[in-house]
């Protein structure tokens, strides 16, 4: 079994700081997503990456993927508060079934 | 509409009943996925169908738990003589390609289930 660790678990932020959240396993994936999740919803597709060392920006937010294509981070610029949700990170060994961490979740305070 | 559908929305039933938990795919989507989510939690994966056959079962917890899509769209997950454990979100989701490598998976909203 493939485990993605996510941290923190808990995040709680004023408007307009910065923040990073990881994703970490000792399996190499094949490609990563994160996704974005809010209440009563289900989870919506951010970004995927598939190639060490990749970055990603996607406006605010900006998307690593590790070297040896085990890891991730998540980094987001000037946090608004339409940026509050859980933010999941699932990898994909090639099974073609993503695995997902257990999330991050976010709240932007106005 | 154009999105995974995923009824009922919410379900309570009691300890021991069956419940079955319907998804309606984005058309011409080829591969169907199960996720169970607790609260506090990932998703956790249950069943992936490609096409009409179910491609890996491994994430069924037991033999109460059965999935089907008999005509390679629509599906329905099944659980029987429901314990208190088995309460959770139940979400589908669907995907143009296996995921594998790029494939996004379009997630339904849905089905709380409630088990009293």
Same mark, same amino acid.
């Given at each position: 079994?493939?485990?993605?660790?996510?941290?923190?678990?808990?995040?709680?932020?004023?408007?307009?700081?910065?923040?990073?959240?990881y994703c970490n396993?000792? #399996?190499?994936f094949?490609?990563l997503?994160w996704?974005?999740?809010?209440?009563?919803?289900?989870?919506?597709?951010?970004?995927?990456v598939?190639?060490?060392?990749?970055?990603?920006?996607?406006?605010?937010?900006?998307f690593q993927f590790g070297?040896?294509r085990k890891d991730s981070s998540l980094?987001?610029?000037?946090?608004?508060?339409?940026?509050?949700?859980?933010?999941?990170c699932?990898g994909?060994?090639?099974?073609?079934?993503?695995?997902?961490?257990?999330?991050? #979740?976010?709240?932007?305070?106005? | 509409?154009?999105?995974?559908?995923?009824?009922?929305?919410? &379900?309570?039933? *009691? &300890?021991? &009943?069956?419940? *079955?938990?319907?998804?309606?795919?984005?058309?011409?989507?080829?591969?169907?996925?199960?996720?169970?989510?607790?609260?506090?939690?990932?998703? *956790?994966?249950?069943?992936?169908?490609?096409?009409?056959?179910?491609?890996?079962?491994?994430?069924?917890?037991?033999?109460?738990?059965?999935?089907?899509?008999?005509?390679?769209?629509?599906?329905?997950? &099944?659980?029987?003589?429901?314990?208190?454990?088995?309460?959770?979100?139940?979400?589908?989701?669907?995907?143009?390609?296996?995921?594998?490598?790029?494939? *996004?998976?379009?997630?339904?909203?849905?089905?709380?289930?409630?088990?009293?």
């Amino acid at each position: 079994t493939q485990l993605l660790e996510q941290s923190p678990q808990f995040l709680s932020i004023q408007e307009g700081e910065n923040l990073t959240v990881y994703c970490n396993s000792s #399996s190499v994936f094949s490609s990563l997503q994160w996704y974005r999740q809010e209440p009563g919803e289900g989870p919506v597709l951010l970004v995927t990456v598939v190639t060490g060392g990749e970055v990603k920006k996607l406006k605010r937010l900006t998307f690593q993927f590790g070297d040896a294509r085990k890891d991730s981070s998540l980094h987001i610029t000037a946090a608004q508060p339409g940026d509050t949700g859980l933010y999941l990170c699932a990898g994909d060994g090639g099974s073609y079934i993503p695995t997902f961490g257990r999330g991050t #979740s976010l709240i932007v305070h106005p | 509409g154009a999105g995974v559908s995923q009824t009922p929305s919410n &379900k309570v039933t *009691e &300890k021991g &009943k069956y419940v *079955e938990l319907r998804c309606d795919p984005i058309s011409g989507h080829t591969a169907l996925y199960w996720y169970r989510q607790s609260l506090g939690q990932g998703p *956790e994966f249950l069943i992936y169908f490609q096409g009409t056959g179910a491609a890996d079962d491994s994430g069924l917890p037991n033999d109460r738990f059965f999935a089907v899509r008999p005509e390679g769209s629509v599906s329905t997950l &099944k659980i029987q003589r429901t314990e208190r454990g088995d309460s959770a979100v139940y979400l589908c989701a669907s995907s143009l390609t296996p995921s594998a490598n790029t494939g *996004e998976l379009f997630f339904g909203e849905g089905s709380r289930l409630t088990v009293l």
